[in-house]
């Protein structure tokens, strides 16, 4: 069975930083794009950032730019999204997903972990 | 970058009933579009990608059709467990985008 499980978020102070993890199983992980998306409290989907199968080509909304720093770890099957400066409106659930191929432009999504949540307060 | 519109934001509707979902993106893409289901407190699902390809395991009631800037989802007779949230999504370009949502509520 195709798994994405999220961890990492939790309560930080606004201006705080916080790392999440996604573990794959299931597939190949080191063949697929891999992507993270958020939701807001009772808001829609924004798509937040991507990188390649290798690793070695990344992509962030402006949003998030200078900010989160996406990578992946194919040796252990995870994807990792280390948040810094966080901003009130950063605060959302977390999905990471698995795009459909290796590069991750023309992507669609599928499956998507369980979300981790993501509180930013003092 | 590319915007979706998705209309109506809610729609009621009563079990058996045919519904619609329309999504308008800002420019074509293609038939580069999927739809995903969202039920309270759950992640999406997917429905559909390539505008009209059924992603496995997904009742045949839903369908999905267009080209160009314009498309749709249809649920040809509603059940009950298809009362939720659906969005629509362009991956035509980088950074993906999503529709802002629509609510499907039992009448």
């Known amino acids: 069975e195709v798994q994405l499980v999220e961890s990492g978020g939790g309560l930080v102070q606004p201006g705080g930083s916080l790392r999440l993890s996604c573990a794959a199983s299931?597939?190949?992980?080191?063949?697929?794009?891999m992507h993270w998306v958020r939701q807001a409290p009772g808001k829609g989907l924004e798509y937040v950032s991507a990188?390649?199968?290798?690793?070695?080509?990344?992509y962030y909304a402006n949003s998030v730019k200078g900010r989160f720093i996406i990578s992946r770890d194919n040796s252990k099957n995870t994807l990792y999204l280390q948040m810094g400066s966080l901003r009130a409106e950063d605060m959302a659930v977390y999905y990471c997903?698995?795009?459909?191929?290796?590069?991750?432009?023309?992507?669609?999504?599928?499956?998507w972990g369980q979300g981790t949540l993501v509180t930013v307060s003092s | 970058d590319i915007q979706m519109t998705q209309s109506p934001s809610s729609l009621s509707a009563s079990v058996g009933d045919r519904v619609t979902i329309t999504c308008r993106a800002s420019?074509?893409?293609?038939?580069?579009l999927a739809w995903y289901q969202q039920k309270p407190g759950k992640a999406p699902k997917l429905l559909l990608y390539?505008?009209?390809r059924l992603e496995t395991g997904v009742p045949s009631r839903f369908s999905g059709s267009g080209s160009g800037t314009d498309y749709t989802l249809t649920i040809s007779s509603l059940q009950p467990e298809d009362f939720a949230t659906y969005y629509c999504?362009?991956?035509?370009?980088?950074?993906?985008?999503f529709g802002q949502g629509t609510k499907l509520e039992i009448k």
């Open positions: 997903v698995r795009g459909c191929s290796a590069w991750y432009d023309n992507n669609w999504f599928d499956p």
């Open positions: 299931g597939f190949t992980f080191r063949t697929y794009a």
């Open positions: 990188i390649s199968s290798s690793g070695g080509s990344t």
């Open positions: 420019q074509g893409i293609t038939n580069s």
């Open positions: 390539a505008a009209s």
């Open positions: 999504q362009q991956y035509y370009v980088t950074p993906a985008a």
